[in-house]
């Protein structure tokens, strides 16, 4: 079974009560359960700094079925309105059957609620899955130039050194407010 999904703008938000699935906070004393699902879902660099994400960033929330976790979010405020959403993963055995989609809609919602009215993400562009699920949300691609141009130098560097963009990362942003 797969979870629907809504299309365009008007589906930029969509609650997750499909599946069975529910979310929940995972405080930070109990995260270490979700390391599994990092172990299974990231490699090299980005599985050291996913662990060390997971222990340190502000909010974690988990998708919970039939009492299991099936994946998690991490996120974080970059700034008064900008939400920042730091890591997904999905567990293997779960993918491809919408649950990604619903953990993403889990926290837009999220963060919209702490106050984001624009949320950014960091993906490689080789990650033709994560690429897909964001740009199936309306992310769209911004540059660093295009941030410093629209939002001064400063701005841009603060920004890029706080998401710790990689070599070769690019980033997606999404703006909550526009039509
Ligand atoms: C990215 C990820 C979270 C997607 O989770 P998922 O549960 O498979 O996502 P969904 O089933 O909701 O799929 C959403 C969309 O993503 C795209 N997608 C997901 N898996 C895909 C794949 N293997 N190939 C191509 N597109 C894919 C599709 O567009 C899909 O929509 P569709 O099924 O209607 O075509 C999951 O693949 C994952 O955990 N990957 C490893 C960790 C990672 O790279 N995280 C992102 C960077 S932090």
Redo the contacts with the bound molecule.
Sequence with gaps: M??K?GSGASAKIWPGDALGVTFQAVPADTRDALRLILDQ??TGIYLWHARRTLRSVAWVREGILEESSI?LTMSTMLGENIGYVA????APA??????????LDDVLQFLQARGASRILAC?RPE????V??LR?RCFERITFRSVAHSRGFPRAVRLWARMVVAPGEHVYHLNLESP
């Design positions: 797969k979870a999904r879902s990231f994946g890591y997904e993963a999905v779960w993918r491809r059957k919408g649950f990604g989609s619903l953990l993906v990650n033709v899955p994560s897909l699920l199936s």
